[in-house]
C-alpha cells in the first residue's frame, strides 16, 4: 500500500440514494483514478482510462469500493517501488474474488 492514502471524491453530480451507482475519482501520481460502485456489489477500477479490476459479486457496494480502494492503492504503491510493468498489472477476476473472501471459480 502506498504511504498516504488516496483521496477518493464522490461525484456529486451523480444521482445519490441506495439504488443508483456510485461514481468516484482521485488523483495519485499522476494517475486519474475512478471507482464505480453499484448496490447489488459490482464495481470498476479504471486507472486513466484502462480497467484494471472488476468485481462482480461483493456482498455490498461498500465492500467492493473497499477492496478497489486497496487494489488502487496496491497499484500506486507498486509504481512508486519503479515497477515498469504497471500496465500488465490487471487483476483477473479470481484474485479479486479471494480478497473479498468469496470461492475462486
Not at 14 to 39: C, M, Y
Not at 77 to 93: L, Y
Request: aromatic letters at 6%.
Amino acid at each position: 500500500m502506498t504511504n498516504k492514502p488516496i483521496d477518493w471524491t464522490p461525484d456529486l453530480s451523480w444521482p445519490t440514494s441506495k439504488s443508483t451507482v456510485q461514481h468516484f475519482t482521485a488523483n495519485a501520481g499522476g494517475d486519474r483514478l475512478e471507482i464505480d460502485t453499484a448496490p447489488w456489489g459490482e464495481a470498476d477500477l479504471t486507472v486513466n482510462g484502462q480497467s484494471i479490476a472488476h468485481i462482480r459479486a461483493a456482498p455490498s457496494a461498500g465492500e467492493a469500493f473497499r477492496t478497489l480502494e486497496a487494489i488502487a492503492e496496491d497499484f500506486e504503491a507498486g509504481k512508486e517501488s519503479g515497477k515498469d510493468a504497471r500496465q500488465s498489472q490487471a487483476i483477473e477476476d479470481d484474485e479479486v474474488r479471494q480478497r473479498l473472501g468469496l470461492p475462486r471459480r
